[in-house]
């Protein structure tokens, strides 16, 4: 054998080891690779925590609210506010706890609900007219349900604007919803939680003239002294409700207080109860040009104050400066409005008005006479 073949044949020998590093590289690299965390990141345990936690706040507030709510409304720590009730024949649980929660005599109708049923009161409620207070606990709520309420109409009843408490009464008496007796009784001793009465002056004849808001209402007509102090407290309700916010920041804002503005407003009415808001603010204007005076007497001057019969002659603004000690009738919203807001830059000091109740605006006395005197001529002089 040539030396030449042996050589051939060791170039053509080849042992190629590259697939077999190659596996075993592999391997290695496999076996090398540490093994995957099972651990988030902290950043991302982090913001779970922070919701759970959050969460569970939120869980304990709801169940602590839930469970205030029902403290309250259970114990009945609420206002000492009387809420009459007509509970309709034939209503059920369901509806019974729905229409307290609507006239605010409960917080939750699912509450008295479920109380009504674990006490076993449900199937013994009646209907009836009932006299709620918003301080009343379930038990009290419960008991008084389970014996019928005080059969008795409700009566329509309308209330004029410019009515003084003598017609008031006279009209409950009319209609059967107390005697004006109940009422006046029920309107001198009787205790009303408003904030307003606090600031009425001691001097005033009756404490509450003027307070009682005129609109239409509906009373319950079985009599009492009861019934009559229900009456009055919806009244007082409605002025509360009509003499908002804003009307009482106004008026502060000028420097006078609700009882202030009650009693020149109830003035207005009596001058110009049947005339438009701008008539009534110019009617106002006058007033406020009076009491601005510096020259002469604060007189307001005006007729209607000289006949009202209590007082002592202490409402007549003819002969005392000033606003009188207090209201002398319920005066509208229009009048209560345009006292807070009379008519601006308005300089007239009288007014008169002729019997088709046009008015008459003059800026000094003599021009003022000069337009009486003009009316009488003409057969026009009210």
């Not at 209330?159 to 005697?179: N, R, S």
């Not at 307070?211 to 007082?236: Q, S, V, W």
């Not at 007082?311 to 005066?331: R, V, W």
């Amino acid at each position: 054998m040539s030396n030449k073949n042996v050589d051939n044949k060791s170039d053509t020998f080849e042992f190629d080891t590259t697939p077999f590093f190659e596996s075993l590289d592999n391997a290695m690299d496999k076996n090398e690779q540490p093994e995957r965390s099972n651990k988030k990141p902290a950043k991302k345990t982090w913001r779970k925590t922070l919701i759970w936690a959050l969460s569970l706040l939120l869980v304990i507030f709801v169940i602590s609210y839930a469970g205030l709510i029902f403290a309250f409304d259970f114990l009945g720590l609420g206002e000492s506010k009387d809420v009459d009730v007509s509970i309709p024949k034939g209503a059920t649980t369901f509806q019974i706890a729905r229409q307290l929660e609507d006239e605010g005599v409960i917080r939750s109708a699912l509450y008295f609900r479920l109380f009504s049923k674990l006490k076993g009161y449900d199937s013994d409620f009646k209907y009836g007219v009932y006299v709620f207070s918003q301080d009343m606990s379930y038990e009290t709520i419960a008991r008084k349900l389970t014996t019928e309420g005080e059969v008795a109409e409700a009566v329509k009843v309308v209330i004029p604007e410019g009515a003084t408490i003598d017609e008031i009464a006279k009209k409950l008496e009319e209609y059967g919803v107390c005697t004006a007796k109940e009422f006046r009784k029920a309107l001198r001793h009787e205790d009303y939680n408003y904030d307003f009465i606090k600031d009425i002056p001691e001097d005033v004849y009756y404490r509450l003239e003027g307070y009682l808001y005129p609109d239409t209402y509906e009373f319950y007509n079985y009599g009492g002294e009861e019934c009559a102090h229900r009456a009055i407290d919806k009244m007082l309700a409605n002025f509360e409700e009509k003499f908002d916010y804003n009307l009482q920041k106004a008026a502060a804002d000028r420097g006078y207080t609700i009882h202030d503005i009650t009693t020149m407003a109830s003035i207005i009415e009596m001058e110009a109860s049947s005339a438009p808001y701008e008539e009534k603010q110019r009617v106002s204007a006058v007033f406020f040009n009076r009491l601005a005076w510096t020259s002469e007497p604060n007189l307001l001057g005006s007729s209607p104050t000289a006949e009202y019969p209590y007082g002592n002659g202490k409402y007549n603004t003819n002969k005392y400066t000033g606003l009188p000690p207090g209201p002398m009738c319920s005066p509208s919203i229009d009048s209560i409005k345009a006292t807070v807001e009379p008519m601006q830059n308005f300089d007239a000091c009288y007014f008169v008005t002729d019997k088709e109740n046009k008015f008459y605006y003059n800026n000094s006395y003599e021009a003022h006479k000069s337009t009486i005197a003009d009316l009488k001529s003409k057969g026009l002089w009210a």
